[in-house]
């Protein structure tokens, strides 16, 4: 009689980065969230590069943040509008990162922000895993971030209401801050605050999202570093200017008086 073995079955691997979709498969809600994210990335950037000399960190703009695995791959990934994750290097083997795949990398992100395009009911939805599953529906996003992306800080942005309102998970619970005196939230581990800022950027008027300093001085974008720079100089040169005249009007005088101006 002869014995016939069972073939050897592969490994069973969960799927990384390059095999899941790179978003929840969502629109961008409105032409105001590209530029929000790009202000806030671009603020906070030298902010990251001296805490991380290294360059080990990553942000995340409208990038799906997998926690489960469903079918289709979507259900069980969200999509923040921005994102920030400590201690993880910017490229995995040689490839940026089509999405943040948490058990690929077990990092929870410092901070999440979400910018409310409808009435806030989506970003601050509690309906948990279980209940959604009996309704057919995918869980609340607040559930998701709070009880398993489970980022430090979780901010939700109003830019028709002027406002943000930021939790801090605190034993397992997101608990709303309170602003401080200037009317922000402070990050701490950033040294940074967070709040809003009612200016033109990329030639829109708005109540903007932003990044201060502990000291309450606002985080600079490239371009406004820039202007300022460019202002500086205008200035300086502007000052050089008066007093190459005024040197040229007193030697003038001197000359009427029949003395000759040393060099």
Known sequence: ?????????????LPDH???????????????????????????????????????????????IYWRITDPPQR?????????????????NGQMRRSYVLWQEYVAPLIILEFVSGDGSEERDKTSLWTAETEGKKPGKFWIYEQVIRPAFYGIYEVEKASVEVYHLIENRFELLPPNERGH???????????I?????QNVQLPWLRWWDSQGN?????????????QRAETERQRAEIEHQRAEKLAAQLRALGITPED
């Not at 202000?39 to 960190?57: A, E, F, M, R, V």
């Not at 701490?188 to 967070?194: S, T």
């Not at 800022?197 to 950027?201: E, L, R």
Request: aromatic letters at 10%; one cysteine or more.
């Open 218 to 230: 606002l985080l600079l974008t490239g371009d406004e570093r820039a202007e300022i720079e460019r």
């Open 197 to 201: 800022w009612q200016g033109q950027y």
């Open 1 to 13: 009689m002869t014995t016939i073995l069972p073939t050897e079955q592969p490994l069973t691997t």
């Open 18 to 64: 390059t095999q899941l979709p790179d978003s929840d498969g969502t629109f961008v809600k409105n032409f105001q969230e590209h530029p929000q994210s790009i202000l806030l990335t671009d603020s906070i950037n030298p902010i990251l590069q001296n805490i991380h000399p290294d360059g080990y960190y990553c942000m995340g703009q409208d990038s799906g």
């Open 76 to 92: 069980g990934a969200e999509a923040p509008d921005w994102f920030y994750v400590p201690n993880v290097p910017p490229s995995l």
């Open 185 to 195: 939230y402070l990050i701490p581990a950033l040294n940074v605050e967070l709040g």
